[in-house]
């Protein structure tokens, strides 16, 4: 072989396995149907085949928006609280996954279908908390389109990439209404997951939930910065969350409830002007009420108290760039 053979052997290489990628990367583009019309009514979702067969009959190619959105909450919501099956975690998953949604940039998502949308994440608040928190390994292996739902618990969970669950949380959350609905799930979940940490809990078993709480939240905060601006918007968002039924009761009697109610409590007493500083300090106002009523030590509180600051404002500072 020549020196100048042999310099060229390694530029062909490289635009062999520069065509692998390439081919590879198409293969994807059409599995997705990049190459369809991402700006069709309610967002082409009525039209992709993915949808109309995991979704069901009820969805017609042309259908009304809003009637779509019906049709998709009702194909995908649980027969009693927290219990999926797995064609109802497929059905969401090939929703998110749909060409005009999740994977679209600047992705605005049609006006009727925004509440639906979020009325169908908050009946998946675990897997919604977990892929806002980003820190379950099993959420970061099973994202992929032709990735099955899986069984956990007695039910089942379904993973998309971050780049399309972001896009659609942000684009949904235009809406305030529909935004209320993903914060109060998101709120009653952090609730949750606190009153179920044993009382002699240590360690990570007791910094972890609610710094985890508080990385959510965050993540929450940061996608819709740019719409917390707006003083109507954070004025329809409190309005939507302090209108839901709550029970206050003591924390001893049910703590989650308590932990809930304690914090809407504090929402409806904000001046308006506050009310984005109050939304962003969600995971560290919890925490503290949690703390408060499990009597931690002081210098113990305060030390998770800062962690927990700092976990929400990461957060917020990641999904907000």
Same mark, same amino acid.
């Given at each position: 072989?020549?020196?100048?053979?042999?310099? !060229?052997?390694?530029?062909?290489?490289?635009?062999? $396995?520069?065509?692998?990628? $390439?081919?590879? =990367?198409?293969g994807?583009?059409?599995?997705?149907?990049f190459?369809?019309?991402?700006a069709?009514?309610?967002?082409?979702?009525?039209?992709?085949?993915?949808?109309?067969t995991?979704?069901?009959?009820?969805?017609?190619?042309?259908?009304?928006?809003?009637?779509?959105?019906?049709?998709?909450?009702?194909?995908?919501?649980?027969?009693e609280?927290?219990?999926?099956?797995? /064609?109802q975690?497929?059905?969401?998953?090939?929703?998110?996954?749909?060409?005009?949604?999740?994977?679209?940039?600047?992705?605005?998502?049609?006006?009727?279908?925004?509440?639906?949308l979020?009325?169908?994440?908050?009946?998946?608040?675990?897997?919604?908390?977990?892929?806002?928190?980003? =820190?379950?390994?099993?959420? *970061?292996?099973?994202?992929?389109?032709?990735?099955?739902?899986?069984?956990?618990?007695?039910?089942?969970?379904?993973?998309?990439?971050?780049?399309?669950? !972001?896009?659609?949380?942000? /684009?949904?959350?235009?809406?305030?209404?529909?935004y209320?609905?993903?914060?109060?799930?998101?709120?009653?979940?952090?609730?949750?997951? $606190?009153?179920?940490?044993?009382?002699?809990?240590?360690?990570?078993?007791?910094?972890?939930?609610?710094?985890?709480? /508080? +990385?959510? =939240?965050?993540?929450?905060?940061?996608?819709?910065?740019?719409?917390?601006?707006?003083?109507?918007?954070?004025?329809? *968002?409190?309005?939507g969350? =302090? +209108?839901?039924?709550?029970?206050?009761?003591?924390?001893?009697?049910?703590?989650?409830?308590?932990?809930?109610?304690?914090?809407?409590?504090?929402?409806?007493?904000?001046?308006?002007?506050?009310l984005?500083?109050?939304?962003r300090?969600?995971?560290?106002?919890?925490?503290?009420?949690?703390?408060?009523?499990?009597?931690?030590?002081e210098?113990?509180?305060?030390?998770? $108290? /800062?962690?927990?600051?700092?976990s929400?404002?990461?957060?917020?500072?990641?999904?907000?760039?």
């Open positions: 072989m020549t020196e100048k053979t042999a310099r !060229r052997t390694v530029p062909v290489k490289v635009w062999s $396995l520069l065509a692998v990628c $390439l081919a590879l =990367l198409g994807l583009v059409a599995w997705l149907g190459e369809r019309d991402t069709a009514p309610c967002n082409g979702l009525a039209e992709d085949e993915r949808v109309r995991s979704v069901g009959a009820d969805v017609q190619a042309g259908m009304n928006c809003a009637a779509l959105g019906r049709a998709i909450v009702k194909a995908t919501a649980a027969s609280p927290g219990k999926h099956s797995q /064609a975690a497929r059905a969401v998953k090939d929703v998110l996954y749909s060409p005009g949604l999740g994977y679209t940039k600047n992705l605005r998502i049609d006006p009727a279908l925004r509440v639906p979020a009325t169908v994440l908050a009946d998946y608040t675990v897997d919604t908390h977990e892929m806002l928190a980003g =820190l379950d390994s099993q959420y *970061v292996m099973k994202w992929a389109p032709t990735d099955d739902p899986w069984e956990s618990s007695g039910t089942y969970h379904l993973a998309v990439s971050s780049l399309v669950f !972001r896009n659609v949380v942000r /684009a949904v959350s235009e809406d305030p209404q529909a209320a609905i993903l914060r109060l799930a998101e709120t009653r979940y952090a609730a949750q997951q $606190l009153a179920a940490v044993p009382g002699d809990a240590t360690g990570a078993a007791f910094s972890l939930p609610p710094t985890e709480n /508080a +990385r959510a =939240l965050g993540i929450l905060d940061g996608l819709t910065d740019k719409y917390a601006r707006d003083r109507a918007w954070r004025t329809a *968002v409190r309005d969350l =302090l +209108r839901q039924p709550t029970t206050q009761g003591s924390y001893q009697e049910n703590p989650a409830a308590n932990l809930t109610a304690t914090w809407l409590q504090g929402l409806r007493n904000t001046p308006e002007a506050e984005a500083d109050r939304l300090t969600q995971g560290v106002d919890i925490a503290r009420t949690w703390t408060q009523a499990r009597n931690t030590a210098s113990t509180r305060q030390d998770l $108290l /800062a962690e927990v600051d700092r929400a404002l990461s957060a917020y500072r990641e999904a907000k760039s």
